[in-house]
């Protein structure tokens, strides 16, 4: 079977750089996505690896090592509004096809 | 631009009751999910359609039904309601396959259902 793991609760501060880590293990591979939720809000979608190296999308970036089975999300410059759950998810064939989430991360940003 | 719409956004029910949840979509996309998310959890995948007449199983089926008669609907049914079925429920919409090659999933605002 599959599985994510993200950390639970991460804390910066406005302005800083947060770096948010994804592990998994599957079967048959296709790519990793990032998704943000408010609380109360619907997931959407911020990026997607499906080779290795970094995709960068204005401040927020992405990054994946398939031969590490690793993924982060970058967040530069750090605003309040940043604050929020994100989700790694990785589609694969071992889950027939579908996309698979972790667990979250909740991203705290302080003043 | 509307993108994914469910109806009810909050629903109490009692332990046996059944209800249907409305999902439509009007990016004519192919396909549809079904994801529930519990308090603090990631979401997790209960159903999905290809196309209209297709669905199929996703992770946690057990309890909900779904059908697909159209291109834009997608409804999910509890039957007997059970607590364990308390849980934030969200539809989702993609243009290729669990977003393909872009990864995207189109979601919904999210169906919170309470079963006491």
């Known amino acids: 079977g599959q599985s994510l793991e993200q950390p639970s609760e991460v804390t910066a501060v406005e302005g800083a750089i947060v770096q948010i880590n994804c592990t998994y293990q599957?079967?048959?591979?296709?790519?990793l996505s990032w998704y943000q939720q408010h609380d109360g809000g619907a997931p959407t979608f911020l990026s997607y690896?499906?080779?290795?190296g970094l995709e960068e999308t204005g401040r927020f970036s992405s990054f994946l090592s398939r031969s590490d089975s690793y993924g982060y999300l970058l967040l530069q410059e750090l605003q309040m509004k940043d604050s929020a759950s994100y989700f790694c998810?990785?589609?694969?064939?071992?889950?027939?096809?579908?996309?698979?989430f972790g667990g979250g991360t909740r991203l705290m940003v302080k003043p | 631009n509307a993108g994914v719409t469910q109806t009810p956004k909050f629903r109490i029910l009692k332990i046996g009751q059944s209800m249907t949840l409305q999902c439509t979509q009007d990016?004519?996309?192919?396909?549809m999910y079904w994801y529930r998310q519990d308090p603090g959890m990631g979401l997790k995948l209960i159903y999905y359609?290809?196309?209209?007449?297709?669905?199929d199983k996703g992770e946690v089926p057990n309890g909900y039904n779904v059908s697909r008669s159209t291109t834009e609907d997608f409804p999910l049914r509890l039957e007997l309601a059970a607590p364990s079925q308390t849980s934030v429920y969200f539809c989702?919409?993609?243009?290729?396959?669990?977003?393909?090659?872009?990864?995207?999933?189109?979601f919904g605002e999210g169906s919170r259902l309470t079963v006491l």
């Open positions: 989702a919409s993609s243009s290729l396959l669990a977003g393909g090659n872009t990864g995207e999933l189109f």
């Open positions: 599957t079967s048959g591979f296709y790519g």
């Open positions: 690896n499906a080779l290795d």
């Open positions: 998810a990785v589609r694969e064939a071992g889950a027939g096809n579908m996309l698979t």
């Open positions: 990016m004519n996309h192919n396909y």
């Open positions: 359609s290809v196309g209209a007449g297709i669905t």
